[in-house]
């Protein structure tokens, strides 16, 4: 069974910055196209980033510019670095992967951006 383990997520004051990380739970699970997408109360999920096996990124405007996903895939991760936070940064983050042509999300990690 393929899990994804996020970690980084926190509370951080409005100007701050962090680093999600998504690992899938075993090494022979390759992660194809990683993505984040988060979810504020109250609100649906919502798209955030997302990138390919061979680097190509896309991100929605709301992040553009502040938020950049990476990869690493010696170490089968996913990275998300947020920078110049906002209070309306304030959700629920989730990774997402395709492993092996299969859609698997995280639990989900808390990103609380205080003004």
Known sequence: QVQLVES??????????LRLSCTASESIFTINIGAWYRQAPGKQREF???????????YADSVKGRFTISRDNAKNTVYLQMNSLKPEDTAVY???AVISLRRYWGQGTQVTVSS
């Open 94 to 96: 989730y990774c997402n």
């Open 48 to 58: 955030i980033a997302t990138i390919t096996s061979s680097g190509s990124t896309n």
């Open 8 to 17: 980084g997520g926190g509370l951080v004051q409005a100007g701050g910055s």
